[in-house]
């Protein structure tokens, strides 16, 4: 999966990822009312507004991008027909050949993460049948309880040739609470890394590792260093757009092959609508200015490749 | 809640959680075949068979405990038919007046933090409408990202009445690799303690604060430090039994009031009648077997907490 989600980005030349997380208000009124006409204000009618909006901003962009990133939380929110409209979603995606990462930042002791990997990017077994619980291709996990929560991550993702992304400097202004701390003068984030790109040379694919890693876009001179630290780990970027960070600020996150990280935008893309840049496209138009959206920032981010040559 | 859990656990005599974690291969034939014969070997049938244990064993030790911890990852795994599964769980223990602890390990940046919250512990807004998605009375939440991550938490436990179990020290055998590692000469598990106890001011019960952590019984030593760290918040031990805690390793554990601390065990009491002491009950009576594992394991504490008295 980590060679088909390079192959993607080569062929899209777009090193992005659509963050699917969709926010209520971030739904325009006739895809909320139409949803609510038909099954009420209830968490049944928002399920059914966050799919068609998420539908519809799947097939406007499907084709510039390699890789989707719904972040499940959004889904959660809403119960069980949350978690419902997430499981439709994933699915659609893969229908649109587009990588699946789900950002659900998980992890727990042995046994409980062998469970969520395996609802997550595995098969349960059942009696005599066994069945993938959500599918996503990429996983997010939080290491903060080590190698034997990692693991049992690993052990599916090899098992079904998928992947994880692991937390490692997260884009939040509070993340170096803990993360920046130093222990024997260096920051705990550079540990993590390091201890990613360990766990990345268990399950290498052809040119990038399984295992990868999560480095927020807002701390460009953390992800100069962590690139190095972790030369075979794919980076994951939040907090481009809307968190803050820009095309130039990314450059340090790619390896000279052009390679080696995707850089994500939710609300910057699928609520771009209600950015006076886009409001020209109208509410009725929220897919096409997410698609003018994901052009743009393809271009911002390859602009800045370039003038770094 | 932190108030209702201290009252119950004076009460019941009992700072026990049962942990609701059920593993397919805990679950007796019989319940697993009634399940299986009426939705066939599905994930539906998995969620039946795992709400019908969950159920019986619940009915047999309720009057005896002050609360329950469904870990939702082994809910999770089975899709959507074990998260409606986890749900089912979590109403019908409120039925029964058990308080319920959400062990969900979620935590993210800030307004995903907020999903989180909002979809566990609080009600989401849809349109007019307002809805709790799972309404747990507790959750447990991972540190990494901060505390931009964990106050939407107590945001939405002020609304609510509700409580947050912060991950301190995790009982793997693992957790060292990171949350031991020394900032400034002390462990990094001592400085998230150290902010549990600032976060834990902001939302304060009687005696105890609605912000508590967990501390594994594997780590009695570490257990000790952590309860003078964070006097005023209550601790989830989990670790007792299975992983190897014992009552005498907890008592450091409590307060001096004999109350600050309330230990899990999951396998333990849930799959008890697999163990030799608990097999003359026989996998017909596994609810039985729970209860005498409850009442065994209330003894074993208390009679811990005497001694050291």
Redesign the interface.
């Known amino acids: 999966m980590i060679n088909k989600l390079v192959a993607k980005i080569q062929k899209t030349h777009a090193p992005i990822v659509v963050g699917l997380?969709p926010?209520?208000n971030y739904i325009p009124e006739h895809i909320?009312k139409r949803a609510?006409d038909q099954f009420g204000?209830?968490?049944e009618?928002?399920a059914e507004a966050v799919w068609q909006y998420n539908k519809e901003i799947v097939d406007c962009v499907c084709d510039l991008i390699p890789a989707v990133k719904p972040?499940i939380?959004?889904y959660?929110?809403?119960?069980?027909p949350?978690?419902?409209a997430f499981?439709k979603t994933v699915d659609y995606c893969h229908e649109k050949d587009l990588v699946v990462i789900g950002d659900i930042?998980?992890?727990?002791?042995?046994?409980?993460?062998e469970?969520?990997a395996?609802?997550?990017l595995g098969k349960?077994?059942?009696?005599?049948?066994s069945?993938?619980?959500?599918d996503e291709d990429f996983a997010t996990v939080?290491?903060?309880?080590?190698?034997?929560?990692v693991k049992p991550f690993i052990k599916v993702c090899k098992e079904e040739n998928k992947g994880i992304f692991i937390?490692v400097k997260?884009?939040?202004?509070?993340?170096?609470?803990?993360?920046d701390?130093?222990?024997?003068g260096r920051p705990?984030y550079e540990?993590?890394g390091e201890?990613v790109a360990a766990w990345g040379e268990e399950h290498m694919g052809d040119s990038y590792s399984y295992v990868g890693a999560v480095v927020g876009a807002t701390y460009p001179e953390m992800g100069k260093v962590l690139r190095r630290v972790m030369p075979k780990s794919y980076i994951l970027v939040?907090g481009y757009g809307a968190q803050g960070g820009k095309g130039k600020d990314l450059v340090h996150f790619f390896n000279e092959d052009g390679l080696g990280a995707i850089v994500n935008s939710s609300r910057g893309i699928i609520a771009a609508y209600k950015q006076e840049a886009y409001a020209k496209f109208g509410a009725e138009h929220f897919g096409e200015a997410a698609r003018q959206a994901v052009i743009d920032m393809a271009a911002d981010i390859d602009g800045a490749l370039q003038a770094a040559k």
Chains 1, 2 share one sequence.
Request: hydrophobic share 35%; proline share 4%.
């Open positions: 997380d926010m209520l909320q609510f204000e209830t968490l009618g928002a972040q939380a959004m959660e929110q809403f119960g069980i949350g978690l419902a499981k930042k998980r992890g727990d002791i042995g046994s409980t993460s469970a969520y395996v609802g997550h349960v077994q059942v009696g005599g049948k069945y993938y619980g959500f939080n290491p903060y309880l080590g190698s034997d929560g937390l997260t884009s939040n202004p509070s993340s170096g609470e803990f993360q701390r130093l222990i024997d705990l540990w993590v201890q939040p």
